[in-house]
C-alpha cells in the first residue's frame, strides 16, 4: 500500500499560480502512476493530469492543457501539479492518487489509493 498526503493548497486570484504537491510513504514510490484529480461542490471527481512511472510521460484534461504542469521526483517520493492561469473554474478539492499498472488512465476507478485533498480556490 501506499499513503497520500496533499499539500499547497489555497485561496488566490483569477491568472495567478499555486503548486501542489503530494508526498508519498509506503512502498516504492517509483512503482506507481500517478494522477492528480479534482471535484467540485456538487459535481463528480474529474481528471486533471497523470504521470507515468518514470516521469517520461504525461497526460492532461483539455481543460487544464498548456496551464498545468504535472511532474515527479522518485527520490523525494513526490509527485507536483504547477497549476498557471488559474481561473475560478479551478476552484476545486484537489486530490492525489496512485495507480498499480503501466498505463496512463484519466479515469476514477483505474486509481488504487487516495489522499485525502487539498482545496484550491481561485478569486476574480
Known amino acids: 500500500q501506499v499513503q497520500l498526503v496533499e499539500s499547497g493548497g489555497g485561496l488566490v486570484q483569477a491568472g495567478g499560480s499555486l503548486r501542489l504537491s503530494c508526498a508519498a510513504s509506503?512502498?516504492?514510490?517509483?512503482?506507481?502512476?500517478m494522477g492528480w484529480f479534482r471535484q467540485a461542490p456538487g459535481k463528480e471527481r474529474e481528471f486533471v493530469a497523470a504521470?507515468?512511472?518514470?516521469?517520461?510521460?504525461?497526460y492532461y484534461a483539455d481543460s487544464v492543457k498548456g496551464r498545468f504542469t504535472i511532474s515527479r521526483e522518485n527520490a523525494k517520493n513526490t509527485v507536483f501539479l504547477q497549476m498557471n492561469i488559474l481561473k475560478p473554474d479551478d476552484t476545486a478539492v484537489y486530490y492525489c492518487?496512485?495507480?498499480?499498472?503501466?498505463?496512463?488512465?484519466?479515469?476514477?476507478?483505474?486509481?488504487?489509493?487516495w489522499g485525502q485533498g487539498t482545496q484550491v480556490t481561485v478569486s476574480l
Open positions: 509506503g512502498r516504492p514510490f517509483s512503482s506507481y502512476i
Open positions: 492518487a496512485a495507480r498499480d499498472g503501466t498505463i496512463l488512465s484519466g479515469e476514477v476507478r483505474r486509481y488504487d489509493y
Open positions: 504521470i507515468t512511472r518514470s516521469g517520461s510521460s504525461t
